[in-house]
DNA sequence: TTACTTTTTAACAGAATTGTTAAAATACTA
DNA sequence: TAGTATTTTAACAATTCTGTTAAAAAGTAA
């Protein structure tokens, strides 16, 4: 097997396969939209990956294998102070969601829940470093200590990842093209950053 | 025909499908399901309703008469104070989209964006009374005005809509049940009320 | 050129799904 | 009870989609 061609078209297959099951979800995804997109046909499509299920699960995996390691970043460079902390992670979060689909995950752990759990075993204790960093900053008094912890990351990960995934809606409503809403949002991951610097500030009074 | 048992008939279907298409999408539900779902057999199914599709528009078409309403609140009760709209707004909105599945809309505009022209067209004027309203809010020095009203709709859109929608999720991450997640958003309306309103009060210096 | 690998072509089997139909069964109403 | 409307049963046609196969074609490297 030549592996340079070979690698080349498995990649092919998987950049197509990816925006379709992202498109379409994995019901209406159909193997002849993914081998038209790689430019291939059908037949070598079922060369490569056997079935349309593991092609699937290939590209469901890749797609949490890049997302979960953004969720264990809290414990890292704890000499930052919070404030820049947390503008990081904002930029760097809404900058990750551009080019990786949340609704995809979304979409398919609602179709099949098995999926969130058997593929993030690996990950799971590591999902609670956000409270344990936060509540930490409220013992500290760098933070204010009335809001919990968890709605405080249930915040956060809402104002990243909703503007993104809710572009055509927010763009209709907004009565601005897609086009515009892009350039609209190049200015929001700063906006909010700020913004929730402000609202979380411990308040001396 | 008999008004009352069709009607009875029509409705076990219709929130059979609802929820079956709200959970699979267009193009993971069934016909089969619904049927079972509705308690029926499948060739009554398409008694009621010709087709899949048919059926389908109509599900979604109700979704979208029951959602935009909802949208268009901003210039009622104009004596009203902002803060009192504001937290109204959000309780409203989170209540409604408990039992209203935003991701059922998103996912299938996704899938086919003229959903959203084809069926909103007359809607579409009273979109923007929230960002008139917001810049009122301004102009009366009621609210800062160093944040474009157009973040402020995203940001309590994605406030409102992404805690629910992504509920699973945020269960599995923050290690509580959905249960448990449940129960920590019954005290998420009045939080974000009150948040925002802090952040968006004019600040006098 | 030769040997080998990759890709295409074209055909097909099998399964799932939608939608239709006719006749029988059941439920309702006058 | 008789007549009407609703619902079920069971079978079927048509279509779409997945996955397989064998043989031919094209590309690559020695």
């Not at 294998?65 to 704890?78: A, G, I, K, N």
């Not at 104002?159 to 190049?186: A, H, Q, W």
Request: glycine share 2%.
């Amino acid at each position: 097997m030549n592996t340079e061609t070979s690698i080349s078209t498995e990649e092919a297959i998987l950049m197509a396969a990816r925006k379709v099951f992202e498109l379409k979800g994995f019901d209406g995804a159909r193997m002849q939209e993914i081998s038209d997109r790689a430019r291939i046909n059908r037949a070598l499509l079922h060369y490569y990956f056997r079935t349309k299920e593991k092609m699937f699960e290939r590209i469901f995996d890749e797609a949490l294998e890049r997302f979960m390691p953004l969720l264990s970043t809290w414990d890292q460079d704890l000499e930052e102070c919070w404030e820049w902390k947390l503008k990081r992670f904002i930029i760097t979060f809404i900058t990750f969601l551009k080019t990786n689909s949340m609704l995809f995950l979304l979409r398919e752990i609602i179709r099949k829940p098995e999926l969130l759990v058997s593929k993030t075993e690996k990950h799971r204790k590591k999902l609670n470093k956000f409270v344990l960093y936060f509540d930490r900053l409220k013992q500290e008094r760098l933070i204010r200590s009335d809001v919990d912890s968890r709605y405080i990351y249930v915040i956060i990960h809402s104002l990243c990842s909703f503007p993104l995934m809710n572009g055509i809606v927010f763009s209709y409503s907004l009565r601005i093209s897609p086009k515009e809403y892009d350039e609209l949002m190049t200015g929001y991951p700063e906006i909010i950053s700020d913004l929730l610097i402000q609202l979380l500030k411990y308040q001396k009074n």
